[in-house]
Structure formats: C-alpha cells, structure tokens
C-alpha cells in the first residue's frame, strides 16, 4: 500500500509540507534546562516557564490542533543552542524549519553562518534572530555593523527575525528600508501594547513597516500582551485586524509562541484566537496564514526535499 502515514510525516520520519490539511506552526521554542540555561527567565511571574517544555510535550497538542510540521525558533544568543536546534529538526518529528541565532556584529558573520549550515541538521537553518528587544539602544538595528550581519543574512538565504517593541519599530522600518534585499519577518506583531489598548504610535509605525514588500509579519504572541489572567479575543482584535489589512492575508503567518504562550493560554487556546482573529479571511486566506505562507517563506517543501532519509543517517 502506498501513501503518506495520517501522522504528517512521510515514511523516513519527515514532516510532509504537502499536505493541504496541514497547519504550520511558524513560531514556538523548546528548552532544556539541563542542556541550556534560559537565563532570560526570571521573577516570579515568569516562574511557570523554569522548567523543561521538550518537542515530545508539544507534538501532541499541536497534531490535535491540526499542526503536523513547525519552525523553531532561538531563545538565546548562543550558537550552541542553535546547533541543538538544528540536531533536533534533523530527527523525526514536525520541526521542518529553525531560526537560529548568529552575532551579526562579529565581522566574520558570514563564515559562521556558513559554519552552522554544515553542522548536521544545518539544511534546515531558515532564518537568523537576535533579541533586539533588550537591546539598550533602541536604534541597535541602525547600527553599521548590524546591517552589515543583515547583508550576511541574505546573503547566504535567509530570513531575518525581527524582535523588537514598539518603542524599536521605527529603526526596524528604517533598516529593513534601507536592506530591500534582505527578507524580514516581525515577530508578535511587534508586540503592540493590548493590555492597555493602546493603538498609537504602534499603529502608524506598522504600516510604516508592512509598506516594504519584504517584510512578512506574524499572528502570534498576542495573548502574552495582553492581561494574562483576563484577555479577550475582542481586545486583541483591533491589533490583529490592523495588522491583516496592512499585510494583507498573503504576508501573515500564524505562530503559537508556546511554550511563552502558557503564561496566558494553553496552545489549543491559542490556535482558536488566530482562527477567531482570521474568521472574516477566505478559505483560502486562511490556508495562506495557517501553511502556506510559512511554506514559502521557510522553504519547507525545499527543506523536506533536501533532507536525508532516517534509513541513510
């Protein structure tokens, strides 16, 4: 009998980016705390995250949610957790894509990107991440050497993540202005304040950002902006709705931002915001948010092509 396994996968272990029922998680992260310290996590109300969340925890809820293949993304600046990440996403299980993490001020960027593209699993490097959100300056983007790594980053063919606050929107708008031919991705729709309801000047500073061509944004990140204890669909959806008519349908992509996400909801909780958020899109527009676009803006059906067999390892 022929065919792909129901699991996602096909028959050497690998996420199937072709089916047409198969959501893509775009953003989430994984963490051991025995391997790699989160040093970024501390105080009290981030306590329930001081522990370990493993792919094993997450396959599950995101299966039943209808997510049969995902992008990983760093959590630390540290090469060493991007080459576990990569090891990870070279083994069976949904990981089809990594977002790793490189110094893009250090001037031999492009050798260390070229570095962690051998390393095994590195086929499955997509893009490049730093937390510019704790960044004290908040034009660290407009740097020279900065941009300098972002060039390195497109360079060798991949995207760049953008982490930042709405107070740093405007240097991303003025970088990613100024490297047209770098491909960005904002994360958590840069992160808009929900908990206060406020609009402006994130707002204005996000279709300065959408009105750039290369610059794709994600649905994500939401509810962790929001009151953690007491968050409404309806008061996230001036800010998801802002951002789907800037970007248009075709440039959004759905990301859950667990194991983050459990600091307000559950990862079943979270997908049913995004469907809520996008319940006004085409069956087609979804389709875009929901796979299509993480497919082509990863090249998952390319990185699944290219992976080895788990009989040839």
């Not at 307000?264 to 996008?278: P, R, T």
């Not at 796979?291 to 090249?299: I, K």
Request: hydrophobic content about 40%; glycine content about 8%.
């Amino acid at each position: 009998m022929t065919g792909r396994p129901a699991d996602g996968r096909d028959d050497g272990g690998c996420p199937d980016t072709t089916r047409a029922d198969s959501r893509v998680d775009a953003h989430h992260h994984v963490w051991d705390l025995s391997v790699r310290d989160q040093p970024w996590i501390t105080g009290e109300a981030l306590r329930p995250l001081r522990r370990d969340f493993l792919l094993a925890e997450l396959e599950p809820q995101a299966r039943a949610a209808g997510v049969h293949h995902t992008v990983v993304v760093q959590t630390v600046p540290d090469e060493r957790e991007t080459a576990e990440l990569l090891r990870l996403a070279a083994g069976p299980g949904p990981v089809a894509a990594v977002v790793g993490w490189a110094d893009l001020t250090d001037p031999a960027i492009a050798d260390r990107l070229a570095a962690l593209r051998e390393l095994p699993g590195g086929r499955r490097l997509a893009g490049i991440r730093h937390q510019a959100q704790d960044e004290p300056d908040p034009r660290w983007l407009c740097r020279p050497d900065v941009r300098r790594g972002l060039r390195a980053v497109a360079e060798a063919g991949l995207v760049y993540e953008l982490l930042v606050t709405p107070t740093q929107l405007p240097a991303a708008v003025q970088t990613a202005a100024a490297l047209p031919g770098c491909r960005f991705v904002l994360d958590h729709l840069g992160k808009p304040p929900v908990a206060s309801g406020a609009l402006r000047p994130w707002a204005d500073d996000l279709a300065r950002l959408a009105a750039l061509p290369h610059v794709e944004c994600k649905l994500s990140g939401l509810v962790t902006e929001a009151d953690w204890q007491h968050w409404t669909v309806e008061g996230m959806r001036p800010y998801a709705e802002h951002a789907l008519r800037l970007f248009g349908p075709d440039r959004i992509l759905f990301g859950s931002d667990w194991p983050v996400c459990t600091l307000a909801a559950e990862y079943a909780a979270v997908v049913g915001v995004a469907e809520q958020l996008s319940a006004t899109l085409s069956q087609t527009e979804r389709a875009a948010v929901f796979a299509g676009n993480a497919r082509r803006v990863y090249g998952l059906e390319r990185q699944v092509l290219s992976r080895q067999r788990l009989s040839d390892q």
